[in-house]
C-alpha cells in the first residue's frame, strides 16, 4: 500500500527524454579524450595529487612559463597560504623571494585571446548573465564574444588561474584555483586550465580566519606543495590515467540537453535550463593498458 | 620605475562608488542579527562545529521535526555517509533503522510556501534563469514566484535541505548540505536553512568514488555526526556567538550594488552583474558579553 501510494505521487518521467545516467551508459569510447600530458599538472600536496589540464591555446604564455617553472621545481617546498572558504586556493611564495633566483617573468595578460582556430566552441546554448555566450573548450567552461571573436575559460569551480598585482600585467609565478563559481573574475584574470582530479585536496585545505582574505596568518596552517610535474616528464606507467569527456561530442551535447530537462520522476519542477557551472564534465579513470 | 608603470596600467577605479570592503568598513552596528538560538543548529564532527540558521517560517513542518529529532538525539551515531565532490553532502541513517524506535514522520513537502506576512524579501535586482525573482529572507538566498506568491529558499552553497526518495512527501530525517550551488534541485526538496559556520568541516569530508553517486561504500570513511543541538538546550555561554548580516538591511543593500559594479581598480571588466549564489552574505563572530 504506501508503495502504492509513493508511485502515485511521485512526478512523472519525461517519456522519451532520457537522463544523464542513460546517456553516459551508452558514451561510445571516442566520446572520451586523453588530455596530452605536456598539458597535464600534477600538484602533490600531503593528502595527495590533484590533477590540473591546461590548454595552451587560451594562454600561451602563461602555460609556457608555468611548465618552465615546475620543471626548474620552483613550486618545491612551497605552500597554498592563502586559502577562503568558498573562494579560492593561492599558492606560491608568500615571501616573494623566490623569484629572484628563477625564470620566472611578468607576463602580459591573457585575460581573453582571439578564439583559437584549432579549437572548437560547443555552445551552453542558454542564457549566461557573465558571457555574451557561454559553452566548453577543450573539454572545459568558457565564454565568448562572437563580435570581438575573443573567448575565455571560465572561473566554474576548479579553474585553474594565475594571480597578479593591481596591473593587468603583473602574473608570474602565484596560482589559485577557485573553490566555488567566481564568474566576475571571468576576464579579469588569466586562466590556464582546469582541475580534473583531486579538487577534495583542495576544498580540505585549512582556510584563513573568517572575515579575512589574506595570506593564513599561522604559517602550521599552510599546505606544503610537495611537487609541481609536467605529466609527460614522467614516465607512462606513473601517470594518472584520467580521460575527460570530449565537450565537442554529440554525447555531451546530449548531456547537456539532458541536464536542463531532468526528465526523471524525482524533479516536480524543471527549470529548462543549466548554469555553465552547474554543468559537469565528465572524467573517468581507465585501466592501465598493457604493452603500453 | 616600477611602481609606476604598473599605477599606468592599473585599470581606473570608478569614482565615487564605494567597494564592497568600504561599506563594510562603514556598516553599523544595526545591520547584523544574532539568529534566535531556537533557530540555529549545531552539527558537530570530529573535526569541529557547524553551525546552521533555520527559516522556520519557510519550513515549519521540517524545522519542527528536525528540533524534535536533535532533542531525542536521533542523529547521535550516525553519519555523513553519502559526500559527493562539487554536489553534497548527506547524513542521517543509511540503515534505515533507526526511524523506528524515534518520532520520525514522513512530512507534507515544503518546497515552496506562500510567502511569509513576517518576513522581508530583499530582492536580487539582477535576473536569474532559476526564479522569476531572486533575493534574500531572512538572511539566506531565495527565490520568490510574484503571481503565485510563493517563495523558497535557494540552493546555493550551504543550503541545509531534507533528502526525499521519488515521490513528494517522503522526507523524514535524512538531511543534506549543498557543496555547490546545485539550483536545478530549487523547489524540488525542502530547504530549511543554511550553514553560516562551518563549511570547510563539511568541504573536508571524505568523497565517495569518482563518478558515484551514492553511499560511499567504505563505512571507515564516513564522517560521525557527534551531535545535532538546538543552540537555545545549552547555556548562553556555551553558543557561537554568530551574528549574520541583515539581508533587509540598507548595509546589504549597497553591499549588493558594490558586487555588481566591482568599483575598485583591480578589475579591468566589469559584468554589471552578481548571481544569487556569488553573492555573500556576511557572518561574524562577536566577543562574548559579560553578564549576559
Redesign the interface.
Known amino acids: 500500500m504506501i508503495a502504492a501510494?509513493?508511485?502515485l505521487?511521485?512526478?512523472d518521467a519525461l517519456p522519451g527524454t532520457p537522463t544523464a545516467a542513460e546517456i553516459m551508459a551508452d558514451a561510445p569510447e571516442g566520446a572520451w579524450v586523453a588530455p596530452d600530458p605536456e598539458d597535464t599538472l600534477y600538484v602533490d600536496v600531503p593528502s595527495g595529487r590533484i590533477v590540473v589540464v591546461l590548454v595552451p591555446e587560451m594562454a600561451p604564455r602563461h602555460v609556457e612559463q608555468l611548465r618552465t617553472l615546475a620543471r626548474e621545481g620552483y613550486y618545491e617546498g612551497l605552500h597554498f597560504y592563502r586559502v577562503i572558504?568558498?573562494f579560492v586556493a593561492q599558492g606560491g611564495d608568500e615571501s616573494g623571494e623566490k623569484d629572484k633566483g628563477s625564470a620566472a617573468q611578468t607576463l602580459a595578460a591573457e585575460?581573453e585571446v582571439p578564439m583559437p582556430a584549432g579549437l572548437a566552441f560547443t555552445p551552453l546554448g542558454?542564457?549566461d548573465?557573465?558571457a555574451d555566450e557561454s559553452g566548453f573548450v577543450a573539454g572545459q567552461p568558457a565564454g565568448r564574444d562572437p563580435e570581438g571573436g575573443t573567448a575565455w575559460l571560465a572561473h566554474c569551480?576548479g579553474a585553474f588561474a594565475f594571480g597578479r598585482?593591481?596591473?593587468?600585467?603583473?602574473a608570474a609565478t602565484e596560482f589559485y584555483v577557485t573553490?566555488?563559481?567566481?564568474?566576475?573574475l571571468?576576464?579579469?584574470l588569466t586562466v590556464l586550465g582546469r582541475v580534473v582530479?583531486g579538487?577534495?585536496h583542495l576544498?580540505?585545505m585549512?582556510?584563513g580566519a573568517?572575515?579575512t582574505a589574506g595570506t593564513i596568518e599561522d604559517e602550521r596552517r599552510w599546505t606544503p606543495i610537495e611537487s609541481v610535474t609536467v605529466a609527460s616528464d614522467l614516465p607512462r606507467k606513473d601517470r594518472v590515467p584520467v580521460e575527460v569527456m570530449d565537450t565537442g561530442s554529440d554525447t555531451f551535447r546530449r548531456l547537456i540537453e539532458a541536464?536542463a530537462a531532468?526528465a526523471d520522476?524525482?524533479?516536480?519542477?524543471r527549470?529548462d535550463?543549466?548554469?555553465l557551472?552547474?554543468m559537469?564534465i565528465?572524467?573517468?579513470?581507465t585501466p592501465a593498458q598493457d604493452g603500453e
Open positions: 501510494a509513493l508511485a505521487l511521485a512526478a572558504d568558498g585575460f542558454h542564457a548573465p557573465y569551480t598585482d593591481e596591473g593587468r600585467d603583473t573553490l566555488q563559481p567566481q564568474r566576475y571571468d576576464r579579469n582530479l579538487m577534495e576544498q580540505a585549512p582556510r573568517l572575515g541536464r531532468r520522476a524525482f524533479f516536480y519542477y527549470p535550463h543549466v548554469d557551472c552547474q559537469p565528465p572524467v573517468r579513470l
